[in-house]
């Protein structure tokens, strides 16, 4: 039995949750989110907390008792705090700049990338080669990160292309000479 699945979600104040059938809503100060959940799952909202059951013990229950407890708290942690992803831009002439919600990226190709954002989503760029995807949906911010890191993946070589702030790149040592 999943351990993450019996632990309730808290609802913080400033926070409704309301469930229809089987869509959850959640509105708080940042927007708001919905999602259609498994029918295998009860929710229990009280003023405070969600608590998660199942109706039945079977394999597909007990797969998705834990994950549909975390998507319910990454919602509610998303209309309160918000989701950002760092990326970090290397290599000579390497630059991004956003402008409302197309990013325009230019990475050593013969043309400029201009990447349109999702709605929902910001990019903050500073200095040109420090990029900060922010938005309220964990899953379109991390897809989105992802999307913009596999316009030009770092290679190991140089350390040239976008990365994510927290990764670190493993160096090769490059071809030497005879001698």
């Known amino acids: 039995m ?3 699945g019996k632990v309730p979600v808290e609802i913080p104040k400033g926070v409704q949750v309301t469930l229809t059938e089987n869509t959850i809503s959640v509105q708080g100060p940042k927007g708001s989110l919905s999602r259609t959940l498994m029918n295998e799952i009860n929710l229990e909202i009280t003023d ?3 608590v998660f ?9 007990r797969a998705a008792f834990g994950l549909t407890r975390t998507l319910v708290d990454n919602m509610v942690s998303g209309v309160t705090k918000g989701f950002e992803k760092a990326l970090e831009i290397n290599g000579v002439g390497y630059r991004a700049e956003s402008k409302g919600d197309v990013l325009n990226l230019a990475l050593g190709y013969s043309h400029p ?3 349109p954002l999702p709605a929902g989503i910001t990019v903050e760029v500073d200095k040109m080669t ?5 938005g309220i949906d964990k899953e379109v911010v991390g897809a989105t990160a992802a999307k913009i890191r596999s316009f030009r993946g770092p290679e190991p070589y140089k350390g040239k292309g ?6 670190t790149i493993l160096r090769k040592a ?3 000479g005879k001698k």
Do not use: H, N, P, Q
Not at 53 to 61: A, E, F, P
Not at 130 to 134: G, M
Not at 162 to 167: L, P
């Open 2 to 4: 999943s351990r993450i």
């Open 48 to 50: 405070t907390r969600i």
């Open 53 to 61: 059951s199942k109706k039945v013990d079977d394999l597909k229950s």
């Open 113 to 115: 990338i201009v990447f």
């Open 130 to 134: 420090k990029l900060l995807v922010k």
């Open 162 to 167: 976008i990365k994510y702030a927290t990764e």
């Open 174 to 176: 490059g071809k030497t």
